[in-house]
């Protein structure tokens, strides 16, 4: 009977080993920040360019290695100076001057847990820049100038396989020790 009781223990500590593993591992994958929206809003048409593009993400990003490239139609970049991060909002400031037409913004940062997150999102300016602009957002009342909403690809958080693993690993080490709890009142403890 020795020999099953080592055995047993044996399983017990490789399935909390395996079960402390699975958590270090599975847990930060979990922990990926997203975008909520941008500023102007993706597809959005402006009467001219605004003086800063920003984007909203779900918790406050890191400032290393953060970038923003906004190009016109014709390739030329406008962005101006370091990107600013306060809080969970990140925003590049747009050089004066730019023209009428469709501009790309490619952003990336660094999320909360360290890991690389990248995105990319496009408006139009009907007219060229003279003087400040204002952004219109999401919540804008302006009629016709900012675009329906749309759903993120990115908007669902992930699902968090590692609480599924450590509930499935606890239930199995529950089940092992409740056997060997059995077999030994069964077995009287004569061992």
Do not use: C
Request: charged fraction near 15%; glycine fraction near 10%; proline fraction near 9%.
């Amino acid at each position: 009977m020795r020999p099953i009781r080592q055995l047993l223990s044996a399983l017990l500590g490789a399935l909390v080993f395996a079960a402390i593993l699975l958590g270090a591992a599975a847990g930060p994958a979990a922990a990926h920040d997203a975008a909520e929206s941008s500023s102007p809003a993706d597809g959005a048409t402006l009467a001219t360019p605004p003086d800063q593009v920003s984007v909203t993400f779900s918790n406050n990003p890191l400032g290393l290695g953060a970038e923003f490239v906004v190009t016109d139609a014709a390739g030329a970049s406008w962005a101006d100076g370091p990107v600013e991060i306060v809080d969970n909002v990140a925003s590049q400031r747009l050089r004066p001057g730019a023209p009428a037409g469709t501009y790309t913004v490619q952003w990336r940062v660094a999320s909360s847990d360290g890991h690389p997150i990248e995105g990319r999102s496009t408006f139009t300016a009907t007219a060229g820049s003279t003087a400040a602009a204002a952004v219109p957002t999401l919540g804008t009342p302006e009629p016709g100038t900012t675009a329906a909403p749309a759903e993120p690809a990115d908007s669902a958080p992930p699902f968090a396989w590692s609480i599924v693993i450590f509930v499935g690993v606890a239930v199995g080490i529950l089940v092992t020790l409740g056997l060997m709890a059995k077999r030994r009142l069964t077995s009287g403890g004569d061992d």
